[in-house]
C-alpha cells in the first residue's frame, strides 16, 4: 500500500504551493514517521516540528484534512486501505514561517504576560484528592494549539481563547492560588470569556479530552456568582 501526502509548502519568501509525496505504508506507520520518511528519502528541505513523538509535548500538531491532529499519534493505515489522499496543512490561525512550522511565538508571550502559573508559596501545597480530580482535566492540556487552531473567535483580536481559558480554570479553582480576583480579572476583561460562540469545536479537537468548552461555561457560571 502506497500513501499520497498532499503538503502546503511555504518558502521563507511567503510563496506557497502544494507538493505531493508517496510514500510506502508500514505497519503501525503514524503520519509523524510518514514525515520523517519524506525528510530522509525524498525531501530533506521539508520543515515541520517534533520532539517527543509520544502524544505528550504538543509539538506536531498539523492540520490534516481540515482538522488539527497530533502527527505523531495519527495512525495512516485507514488512509492506506482506502486510498485517501492526506491533506497536511500547518495550523490554523497562526502565521507561517515555513512549510509546516507556524509562529508560536506571540503564544508564548500571551502566556507569560498571564503569569499562568502558581506561585510558590510557604504554606502545605497539598490539596485534597476531591479537588484535585476535578481539576485534572484542564492540567491534563499539553499546549499543542489545536483548540486555537480550530477556534473560529480567535481571529478576533482580543479574544484569549479556549487554551489560555483550560489553563485559567485550573488556577481559579486550585486553592493555592491566592490571585483569585486576578484570575477573573484576566477571563472576563482581558480574555473577553463572554465572547465565546459555544460552538464546542475545541472539544471536537483536543487530543487529551480537556473539553476546553466545557471548561469556559463552567467558568462562565462561576464568575457570574462572584461578587
Same mark, same amino acid.
Given at each position: 500500500?502506497?500513501?499520497?501526502?498532499? $503538503?502546503?509548502?511555504?518558502?521563507? @519568501?511567503?510563496?506557497?504551493?502544494?507538493?505531493?509525496?508517496?510514500?510506502?505504508?508500514?505497519? #503501525? %506507520?503514524?503520519?509523524?514517521?510518514?514525515?520523517?520518511?519524506?525528510?530522509?528519502?525524498?525531501?530533506?528541505?521539508?520543515?515541520?516540528?517534533?520532539?517527543?513523538?509520544?502524544?505528550?509535548?504538543?509539538?506536531?500538531?498539523?492540520t !490534516? /484534512? #481540515?482538522f488539527?491532529?497530533?502527527?505523531?499519534?495519527? +495512525?495512516?493505515?485507514?488512509?492506506?486501505? =482506502?486510498?485517501?489522499?492526506?491533506? $497536511?496543512?500547518?495550523?490554523?490561525?497562526?502565521?507561517?514561517?515555513?512549510d509546516?512550522? !507556524?509562529? /508560536?511565538?506571540? =503564544?508564548?508571550?500571551?502566556?507569560?504576560?498571564?503569569?499562568?502559573?502558581?506561585?510558590?508559596?510557604?504554606?502545605?501545597?497539598?490539596?485534597?484528592?476531591?479537588? @484535585?480530580?476535578?481539576?485534572?482535566?484542564?492540567?491534563?492540556? $499539553?499546549?499543542?494549539?489545536?483548540?486555537? @487552531?480550530?477556534?473560529? +473567535?480567535?481571529?478576533?483580536?482580543?479574544?484569549?481563547?479556549?487554551?489560555?481559558?483550560a489553563?485559567?480554570?485550573?488556577?481559579?479553582?486550585?486553592?493555592?492560588?491566592? &490571585?483569585?480576583?486576578?484570575? %477573573?480579572?484576566?477571563?472576563?476583561?482581558?480574555?473577553?470569556?463572554?465572547?465565546?460562540? @459555544?460552538?464546542?469545536?475545541?472539544?471536537?479537537?483536543?487530543?487529551?479530552?480537556?473539553?476546553? &468548552?466545557t471548561?469556559?461555561?463552567?467558568?462562565?457560571? !462561576? %464568575?457570574? !456568582?462572584?461578587?
Open positions: 500500500m502506497v500513501l499520497r501526502l498532499k $503538503i502546503r509548502r511555504q518558502e521563507a @519568501s511567503g510563496k506557497a504551493y502544494y507538493q505531493i509525496f508517496e510514500v510506502p505504508y508500514e505497519e #503501525g %506507520m503514524t503520519l509523524l514517521s510518514a514525515l520523517q520518511r519524506i525528510k530522509e528519502d525524498l525531501d530533506p528541505s521539508l520543515g515541520f516540528r517534533q520532539f517527543c513523538r509520544a502524544g505528550i509535548c504538543g509539538t506536531c500538531t498539523l !490534516v /484534512n #481540515g488539527p491532529k497530533l502527527a505523531c499519534k495519527e +495512525q495512516l493505515l485507514p488512509y492506506a486501505l =482506502f486510498g485517501e489522499e492526506i491533506l $497536511i496543512e500547518p495550523l490554523k490561525n497562526f502565521n507561517v514561517l515555513r509546516l512550522v !507556524v509562529d /508560536n511565538e506571540s =503564544f508564548v508571550e500571551k502566556m507569560k504576560s498571564l503569569n499562568l502559573w502558581i506561585k510558590e508559596r510557604s504554606t502545605d501545597p497539598r490539596i485534597p484528592p476531591e479537588l @484535585s480530580k476535578r481539576i485534572e482535566t484542564s492540567a491534563d492540556c $499539553i499546549l499543542c494549539l489545536a483548540c486555537q @487552531s480550530y477556534c473560529p +473567535q480567535v481571529l478576533e483580536e482580543d479574544y484569549a481563547g479556549p487554551l489560555f481559558f489553563k485559567l480554570y485550573r488556577l481559579y479553582e486550585d486553592p493555592r492560588e491566592e &490571585a483569585k480576583a486576578l484570575r %477573573m480579572r484576566q477571563a472576563v476583561v482581558e480574555g473577553r470569556l463572554y465572547h465565546c460562540l @459555544s460552538c464546542n469545536k475545541c472539544n471536537l479537537v483536543c487530543p487529551k479530552e480537556v473539553e476546553p &468548552a471548561l469556559i461555561r463552567e467558568l462562565m457560571q !462561576v %464568575m457570574d !456568582v462572584v461578587p
